[in-house]
């Protein structure tokens, strides 16, 4: 590339009036060709100038990104909470601290409520981190077809039958519903004590239905992603809306939805929001298309009644404890694939199971066959049963306990 400063110089045309017609004719033929070859050399210098300017550009556009990155080199992560008049209000994670900050306009209009930001240390928002960020796939767990089937789950069919009606039925046969002129219920609520069977009833009904099970637990979202929750919640409907058909599952659902208490803490407004996003999803769902939504909790006396509303958890099924017919059920499930000497009376050790839940009675089944192990036999007895039930009585003491009698 020549860059020479100075331009060719421009050519003159030079008539003499002695010239013959013919001379003069020739003089105008050359400096025509002259004008020409001036011009593709300007040409030329314009196309190397052009080639030159870009260049120089992408030379500065990096080095203004870099001086961006030297700017903002440690940037800190916060969460929008709200977006006002004055400017958004943010909170940083780590510490509970609400600080009403602005934004670069070309950031303006992505923004929304529960989103995660990179903020600078005059906590002016750089940048909007990605919906796909290590949180969702860790607050979330997602199942294509859970292996878990009704036959599966002992003494609660009748339970079985509702959450079928209520999710199975809409997600099989819309068409039905749409005739008859009826609308499914909104989101069918769990409720019981621990270890009865909640989850893996909803996991049956999305494997039975063949749907996408994505599941999320109340409790983790206000103790380990703090200051994420609503935005959480929003992601759970996204993936189940590209998911679907996909049953969504909120465990402990009460830890995100309980009774307004009267502390004012932050940590109750950051639950409350929580709440909100979950109420407000679940009030937009009719156009949601395949998803069933499903919750569980062992402390329904705690739930705010704003959720128990007509078009959101409005089919309450009672999960209660197993009775002896339920029990000796469970506990076949649970034996079916152990060697169990042909002698033991099933239903002499659901008996004496009084008041143990579904999760107590696997673990009593798993426990008589480590101790037949442990006896050197291969044939599971009717004594090892009861050695694991009071083993199991022991070891559960009182915590369980409390738990069941709370309920
Ligand atoms: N009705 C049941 N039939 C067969 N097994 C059961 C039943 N209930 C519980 N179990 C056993 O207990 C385990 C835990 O049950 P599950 O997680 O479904 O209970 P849950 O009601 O959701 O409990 P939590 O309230 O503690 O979340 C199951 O994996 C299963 O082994």
Redesign the pocket.
């Given at each position: 590339m020549s860059h020479s400063p100075s331009l060719p110089d421009r050519p003159r045309l030079e008539l003499d009036p002695e010239m013959s017609e013919a001379e003069r004719l020739e003089a105008i033929r050359q400096h025509y060709r002259r004008i020409v070859h001036v011009n593709d050399e300007l040409e030329d210098r314009l196309e190397d100038a052009q080639g030159r300017r870009g260049d120089l550009k992408t030379d500065v556009d990096e080095l203004k990104r870099e001086n961006e990155v030297l700017k903002t080199s440690s940037l800190y992560i916060a969460s929008v909470e709200e977006m006002t008049e004055d400017g958004v209000v943010i909170k940083q994670h780590g510490n509970n601290q609400e600080v009403l900050t602005q934004t670069a306009t070309r950031l303006d209009a992505d923004l929304r409520p529960g989103d995660r930001v990179a903020i600078n240390d005059s906590f002016a928002i750089q940048q909007v981190l990605d919906d796909e960020t290590d949180s969702r796939a860790q607050a979330m767990e997602v199942t294509e077809s859970p292996d878990v089937e009704y036959a599966?789950?002992?003494?609660?069919d009748e339970q079985i039958r509702e959450v079928r009606e209520a999710v199975e039925d809409p997600l099989e046969n819309p068409e039905q519903f749409e005739t008859v002129g009826v609308e499914p219920p909104s989101g069918v609520l769990l409720h019981?004590p621990?270890?009865?069977?909640?989850?893996?009833?909803a996991k049956a009904v999305a494997n039975e239905s063949d749907a996408t099970f994505i599941k999320m637990a109340g409790s983790e979202l206000v103790r380990k992603f703090i200051g994420e929750g609503s935005r959480l919640v929003r992601d759970l409907f996204e993936l189940a809306a590209e998911r679907e058909p996909a049953v969504i599952f909120i465990?402990?659902i009460d830890a995100v939805a309980s009774k307004r208490t009267d502390s004012k803490t932050s940590g109750d407004a950051e639950v409350q929001r929580t709440m909100m996003q979950l109420l407000s999803e679940m009030d937009g769902f009719d156009e949601r298309g395949e998803i069933r939504i499903i919750a569980?909790t062992?402390r329904f006396d705690m739930l705010d009644e704003a959720i128990l509303r007509p078009g959101r958890f409005d089919r309450l099924i009672e999960?209660p404890e197993?009775d002896t017919e339920?029990r000796e059920r469970?506990l076949e499930?649970?034996s079916q694939e152990m060697n169990v000497a042909d002698d033991v009376d099933v239903s002499e050790v659901a008996a004496d199971l009084e008041g143990y839940?579904?999760?107590d009675?696997?673990s009593v089944a798993t426990e008589a066959g480590m101790f037949a192990i442990r006896d050197d036999r291969t044939e599971v007895v009717q004594e090892d049963f009861e050695r694991a039930r009071e083993k199991l009585q022991d070891v559960e003491g009182t915590d369980e306990q409390v738990i069941h009698y709370q309920y």
């Open positions: 599966d789950i002992g003494g609660i019981g621990p270890g009865t069977g909640k989850t893996m009833l465990d402990e569980a062992n999960v197993p339920g469970i499930i649970h839940s579904g999760a009675i696997a």
